[in-house]
């Protein structure tokens, strides 16, 4: 007979889970103000002590935004500030900024098996692969590799990507519910290939960041897999360590 030790989270963390569940189905749109914390305390029977520990942490990760004098929002990538918390690549001089982007390719196929490991999907299921330059100041910055799950962004084409103005999440946040709360990256130095040289417009074997994200929903639900070389003659990767 093996003995049962039971687990406990403070009663916070407990609001929080309730919170993201919300978040997770849909009750409380990216933008959408949520309820009051005197609201949300009475919906969960604690105090407002509680329920404003739970909405902190959740400001902390950066899916609920407070505005002061006007309440708390559920956080969206139409925000100029959540567009920097994903694109980390700045310039070495002058104001970061959104950058352009050319798509080259958009297209339905069946997941390569290291692809479908990546986003918790069988060998064989329909994927999107999106590859695409990303323009800073006209200069071609990043060439860059995207991996979609094909049931999740059914309908997803060339065409919406090329009419699309603003960032790419923020087109998957309004056209497919789809908004990604945290990513993990992979990153390191590598040289150009004959391909990334020609796209970037620079010699063979330059030296270039290579950078491989993975993105996740609520829920710890991978979603995307990015795969980019970086350019770094003019531009540095910024990371804040808190």
């Not at 049931?151 to 497919?176: D, Q, S």
């Not at 330059?206 to 710890?220: D, F």
Request: charged share 25%.
């Amino acid at each position: 007979m093996t003995d049962t030790v039971a687990t406990f989270s403070p009663l916070y963390q407990q609001i929080k889970g309730l919170i993201l569940g919300s978040l997770q189905t849909g009750e409380w749109k990216p933008g959408e103000m949520i309820p009051s914390e005197n609201e949300l305390a009475v919906r969960y029977k604690v105090s407002q002590g509680t329920v404003r520990k739970a909405i902190d942490e959740l400001a902390s990760e950066n899916l609920l935004v407070r505005r002061q004098g006007k309440g708390t929002f559920v956080a969206t990538h139409h925000e100029d500030r959540v567009h920097f918390r994903f694109l980390r690549l700045m310039p070495d001089e002058g104001e970061p900024h959104y950058p352009k982007s050319q798509i080259l390719d958009c297209k339905r196929l069946r997941a390569p098996a290291e692809i479908a490991k990546l986003l918790d999907l069988k060998t064989g299921d329909a994927v999107i692969e999106i590859e695409r330059i990303l323009f800073f100041s006209e200069q071609a910055i990043v060439l860059e590799e995207i991996w979609l799950p094909g049931a999740t962004f059914k309908g997803l084409t060339a065409e919406t990507l090329k009419n699309w103005r603003g960032p790419m999440y923020a087109l998957f946040e309004t056209e497919f519910a789809t908004h990604m709360v945290r990513a993990e990256e992979k990153i390191r130095a590598v040289a150009a290939t004959p391909e990334s040289a020609a796209a970037l417009g620079i010699a063979e074997g330059s030296p270039l960041l290579s950078v491989e994200r993975v993105s996740y929903t609520y829920g710890e639900k991978p979603v995307e897999v990015r795969r980019a070389v970086y350019q770094t003659r003019e531009h540095h990767y910024h990371n804040e360590l808190n």
